[in-house]
Nanobody, 113 residues
């Protein structure tokens, strides 16, 4: 199983980024997918998840600003991040469970004030 995340970068507050995670080695359409993040000095936290029907859930801190979606034809899960804030700065990880936990390599998002 591989989860290849991309799309991170440096952006000013109020800006936009879209993260992508391409999965291989799993029956993607049957897997719940999620995005987590770990900010400097903080615990890893769930940002957003999407179930097999496409229904999303979000952390309160990102509701109304982030959108998670999936494209089963491309084995890809996306995280659109609008109105970014400096406190969104973190390494973002793609995650799924397929018998065990699998994590992507992480992609760094830095939001400058």
């Amino acid at each position: 199983v591989q989860l290849q995340a991309s799309g991170g970068g440096l952006v000013q507050a109020g800006g936009y980024l879209r993260l992508s995670c391409v999965a291989s080695g799993i029956m993607f359409r049957y897997n719940h997918m999620g995005w987590y993040r770990r900010a400097p000095g903080k615990e890893r936290e769930l940002v957003a998840g999407v179930d097999t029907s496409g229904s999303p859930n979000y952390a309160d801190s990102v509701k109304g600003r982030f959108t998670i979606s999936r494209d089963n034809a491309k084995n890809t899960v996306y995280l659109q991040m609008h109105s970014l804030k400096p406190e969104d700065t973190a390494v973002y990880y793609c995650h799924t469970v397929d018998g065990t936990d699998y994590w992507g390599q992480g992609t760094l998002v830095t939001v400058s004030s």
